[in-house]
């Protein structure tokens, strides 16, 4: 079994607007699939339909390859939108709730999970005094009850201070590692996302514009030489022949070259000596941020 | 089905306005018995003796059901029982884990009915304890076993069909505020209304008998009329079926935030 998550033209509408607009998605066994897009992109409400907490207008949903949603649910952890915890228990007993509705008889895992997520000194504090960094690795724990392989985090580093996001970030590699866990994870905070995700899909306004991979952002964000030429094809075929270079060509007609990187100057000078118009030689280097920055605005 | 009822009866046994519920149910039978004794004895000798030869813990039974105070008391209890996994956002958990929505509806009834039973229990233990305490359990025989169980469980049935309908409205609206408004209005304001309507529909049909209050009080008695008690059974159990077939179809399709 590969694949946890498969969409293919899923879709919702409110109010005569597409809010998610024919979204095809495939998370493989493993991935930690951080997925951006602006507010109002369409992330919550997506997670929400693989939850099972709005139904799709169209489209279909696969878990685990198996189209019974529900009981593929029971493996499905999830954390929407702000912590859903009962403010007047303490964190065992939120937790207790859930090992009683999964039916797990075994009520160590509830000290067991505490520890995981660092709660197991939480003693008789309600969670109504938690911190927001305890009631997001509370809800972590929650989302953890029972046969769990895929987790569903909605922002979770919302409202967190850095050491709390480090805690986050730090137990969310350790379930992928060690529990094989598969997550997908929204975050504002790209630079931390980049630093988790083995995946990335960008979602602008409710359609699946980008899917990569972390090597191919690594590849896409790598420092580079952006330039810019009136004739792509002979450019193209001149860095291949002449210096055997390592480059893309982006949709607008930009040459994106990853080596030679110091020979600008040459590489330059080699194509206007062959009679090729250079208008633009701009070395550059992204993280995720700036590469998200420019999708949004078109250039990619 | 048995997972979650025991996950529900669980939030149940934690939940804080539960024990004040019941410990309002206890307190209002043990208020309501010392001012009924209070104010015999402030009329003076003379009269004492002819109300004290009416009064007993059963009359006190009839006067505390036929009272609207229990079922707004449970409208409250059940919009924050309720609502409150809404407002809570921990429905979300439930919907996300696989739970199917039906059985997650009839849990809430389940517990609900149950918890609704135990306060009108409590409530009935502490009028029987104090108004026997005070003036003895039925010392003129008034009380006859069929006829006291007719009573208990016709108003029992009658209080759980209220709390179908407040699982329904706490369910709909989702909003704890919103759904005590609702449920008050339900309990007080719904009836009122209705004698209203039947003001100027005129007496050819008698709405109150086709709502929860109307039986409610006239099954508060030992001696109900004729055919009340049949009337507040088929009425009892169309509420309590009612509202848990069409809230759990409307939960099923309904998008949770």
């Known amino acids: 079994m590969d694949f946890v998550v498969q969409t293919k033209d899923l879709c919702k509408v409110f109010s005569g607007k597409n809010v998610v607009n024919r979204v095809n998605i495939n998370i493989r066994r493993g991935d930690i699939y951080g997925f951006i897009g602006e507010n109002g992109a369409g992330k919550t409400t997506f997670m929400r339909m693989l939850s099972g907490l709005a139904e799709p207008t169209g489209g279909t949903i696969r878990l685990f390859e198996s189209d019974d949603l529900e009981e593929q649910r029971k493996r499905i952890g999830c954390t929407i939108e702000n912590p859903a915890i009962y403010p007047a228990m303490t964190a065992r007993q939120n937790l207790e709730v859930y090992r009683i509705l999964m039916g797990i008889s075994d009520k160590g895992i509830v000290p067991e999970l505490l520890d995981l997520v660092g709660l197991g000194n939480a003693g008789k504090k309600k969670t109504k005094d938690f911190s927001l960094g305890m009631k997001q690795r509370l809800m972590i724990a929650v989302a953890m009850i029972g046969n769990l392989d895929f987790l569903i985090l909605d922002e979770p580093m919302n409202g967190l201070d850095p050491m709390g996001i480090k805690e986050v970030r730090d137990l969310l590699l350790k379930l992928n590692k060690e529990k094989k866990l598969t997550i997908i994870i929204s975050s504002h905070i790209l630079d931390e996302l980049s630093r988790m995700a083995t995946c990335y899909g960008v979602i602008h306004k409710g359609n699946l514009i980008d899917e990569f991979s972390s090597k191919e952002l690594e590849r896409r964000c790598h420092r580079n030489l952006k330039i810019v030429v009136d004739d792509v094809y002979k450019a193209e075929h001149l860095l291949t022949t002449t210096v055997s270079a390592n480059f893309d060509v982006t949709a607008d007609g930009a040459i994106v070259l990853y080596d030679h990187l110091d020979e600008a100057a040459n590489i330059g000078k080699m194509l206007v000596s062959n009679g090729l118009a250079v208008s633009a030689l701009v070395p550059g280097e992204q993280d995720l941020e700036g590469y998200f920055m420019d999708l949004m605005r078109g250039k990619k | ?257």
């Open chain 2, 1 to 257: 089905m048995t997972n979650i009822i025991r996950s529900e009866l669980y939030k149940l046994k934690n939940s804080k306005p539960f024990y004040i519920c019941l410990f309002v149910c206890a307190a209002i039978a043990v208020f309501l018995a010392l001012a009924i004794q209070m104010g015999v004895v402030a009329r003076g000798t003379e009269d004492v003796a002819a109300i004290a030869d009416s009064i007993s813990a059963v009359s006190l039974l009839e006067q505390t059901l036929g009272l609207t105070f229990l079922p707004t008391l449970f409208g409250v209890f059940v919009s924050l029982f309720v609502s409150g996994e809404f407002y809570n956002g921990t429905m979300k958990n439930y919907v996300s884990k696989g739970v199917n929505r039906v059985q997650i509806y009839l849990s809430k009834i389940v517990v609900c009915g149950m918890a609704v039973l135990t306060m009108y229990v409590v409530n009935f233990a502490f009028s029987c304890i104090t108004g026997t305490i005070l003036w003895g359990f039925d010392p003129y025989g008034v009380a006859t076993f069929s006829n006291l169980a007719a009573m208990l469980l016709g108003e029992g049935l009658l209080l759980l069909a209220y709390s179908s309908i407040f699982v329904f409205v706490s369910m709909w609206l989702r909003s704890i505020v919103a759904s005590i408004a609702v449920n008050i209005c339900a309990v007080s304001l719904f009836p009122t209304l209705l004698m209203a309507v039947n003001y100027v529909i005129g007496d050819n049909v008698t709405l109150s008998n086709y709502w929860i209050s109307g039986n409610i009080t006239a099954l508060a008695s030992l001696a109900p009329e004729s055919g009340a008690v049949l009337q507040g059974i088929i009425v009892g159990l169309c509420y309590l079926l009612g509202g848990t077939i069409i809230g759990s179809i409307l939960f099923k399709k309904q998008d949770i935030k």
